[in-house]
């Protein structure tokens, strides 16, 4: 393929690095004169050891994780996670949530089964919620830092211990992981899924301080028991090699990015703040299209609209999809648009759209 | 790369047909004219459900899986299992678990944190032991087909109602799914990794009869109840795309493979008899070499053997990678060696290796 390929707005699995996607082809038959490609590779050969390795520092290095938190590569998903995490860390005692959008909610949900949570505060959708009641007792209190389909981000991490509570907090920030810094003096644990910002599906990441290890009930799977998995290096259970090889070399690509001066995340962060700002800027300025979210804590990543008049949905998405602007159509439980505009996508894939929805709007507003 | 591939004998992550990793590299950057690579495409997209839909297709097809059992496309490997079938089948009673190597016996450990578990007959890892003391009113039977660290296989399933059960019959068939039809009228449930004949690590088949379903502990996670995962066809939690989409490359492989007159299941079955019984000839005749599995149940994937001068052991491994026969050395759990015979090895490295093994031997015999 040499033409440029379209701009893929997926939500997740979502578009990648074209150089990773290069490199992964070229890669496929024999991976650095091994004979083997990843696929092949026992997860306890040395040629899949230095992968895992290698990803595991840069990420490590990227992110500034701090020399007490474990990081693990392991699988089963934010919805799986929503269930590991209360097996590990609540004792069978108290949790709180905070209930920002979808992905809180079905976490608070999942998390029943196993604690006795509370809603500490419950939002529209459309902003935090304030006035959070925490329990000071709770075994940790979970926040949702990036609602993918509701389109709605923490930009600053909560600061527990300024509302009064010693509990550790827990972020799911699958869909705004590596698009930022994050501030750990404030987390015990981040989790997220890989199908964003970082690789395939089925691989998830657990970012954990390790005073947390150790607590897990009787009942947590052997193979979802973070003190294992920890103590294994991620290794107890066969691992996702293929998915954490591909991370890998996102995170190669994410070290070398360039960007308005800036390299490495502070590059992507500028990056992914100047992209969000074109299009809420554009939103914001139509007489067609609406994004609804309070500007507070509008999501960088994932941009949810409205077309005003909504009998234009299918034409906008059939157009969307001619210009080469794909996979715009928002989360069924919705409904409307949704752009997301993960680390992989160029800035001029958010002018492209923004043209785009200018030009549609021209005609059909 | 042009020249043949050196041939990989790894238990898994393991060998997989050099034409699926061919056309994995080709589409790598735009799937069949999408613009997207598969790793990029949204789960709920048409293109990854048309992907996924030949794939459950073509599995089912060659397997013959009955129209009353589900095929579920599920995360976590056989560790993962080994909690998640006691937490939906068991329903905290009791299970008979027939120990016959390192995999049977760890899944008894990990059923054991959910139900009553009993241990019908265990062996020594070179045999299938007689005598099983089967419960009359067990929730299942567990039994694991080809047990991949021992190298003893089942070469015919167990017929339980013979035995006096009419509890249903679960297999662990991990390393020898795909190598050779499965009895179904036998069978419950079966599991597998994919990680040894059909793709990358961190994909897992579950095939279960419709009515085990529905059954599951209120502490399952849901993203593993089976019940939930079938309902969604296996969309709840977002599956590992990727992995699936080579899963059903490698299904497609498979349906036009053909070998001896025979062509699908049928003659990959075949080429894989011919290849262990050329290696197991080669032992059975050699000074040098042992393997210790009875012969009523040798494993045709996984052939553990033994130098009888250990001392041999590090020359043998160099000289065989110089060779161009890479990944036999043997479980650490065990020791001395181990060949792998999966689906994709062919013919000419099983005759490769036995050449390189009589011509060691005639060195150092």
């Known amino acids: 393929m040499t033409d440029p390929r379209p701009f893929n707005f997926s939500a997740g699995p979502a578009t990648l690095p074209e150089p990773v996607l290069r490199q992964v082809a070229a890669e496929m038959l024999d991976w650095q004169g091994s004979g083997m490609s990843v696929m092949e590779m026992s997860h306890r050969g040395r040629e899949f050891i230095s992968i895992y390795e290698r990803a595991e520092a840069d990420l490590r290095e990227l992110l500034a994780v701090p020399t007490n938190f474990h990081i693990l590569f392991m699988q089963g998903g934010g919805l799986g996670e929503n269930a590991f995490l209360p097996l590990n860390l609540s004792r069978g005692g108290k949790v709180d949530v905070v209930v920002t959008g979808s992905w809180s ?112 009930l009787d009942i947590c799977p052997s193979a979802f028991n973070y003190a294992t998995v920890a103590a294994a290096q991620s290794m107890y259970n066969t691992p996702p090699t293929f998915a954490i090889y591909v991370a890998g070399l996102v995170f190669q690509w994410l070290k070398g990015f360039e960007y308005a001066g800036k390299r490495g995340l502070a590059a992507i962060e500028q990056r992914n703040i100047d992209k969000a700002a074109l299009l809420y800027a ?84």
């Open 282 to 365: 554009a939103l914001d300025s139509s007489a067609l299209y609406e994004n609804r979210v309070d500007v507070s804590c509008r999501s960088r990543m994932n941009v949810p609209f409205f077309l005003k008049d909504e009998s234009l949905n299918d034409r906008f998405l059939a157009d969307a999809k001619a210009a080469g602007l794909l996979q715009l159509k928002g989360h069924k439980s919705v409904g409307g648009m949704r752009a997301s505009l993960y680390n992989a996508m160029p800035l001029e894939g958010a002018q492209a759209l923004v043209s785009f929805m200018q030009d549609f709007e021209a005609r059909h507003g």
């Open 105 to 216: 909610r079905k976490s608070a949900a999942e998390a029943r089964r196993y604690a006795d949570v509370q809603i500490a505060a419950e939002g529209n959708g459309r902003a935090i919620p304030p006035g959070w009641q925490l329990r000071g007792d709770a075994a940790y209190v979970h926040v949702c830092t990036n609602e993918t389909i509701d389109g709605v981000e923490f930009h600053e991490l909560p600061d527990l211990a300024a509302l009064g509570s010693d509990a550790p907090l827990v972020i799911d920030c699958s869909s705004h992981l590596l698009s930022r810094p994050i501030d750990w003096r404030r987390v015990g644990l981040a989790f997220g899924g890989a199908q964003k910002n970082i690789g395939p599906a089925g691989l998830t990441l657990v970012f954990v301080r390790d005073d947390l290890l150790g607590h897990a």
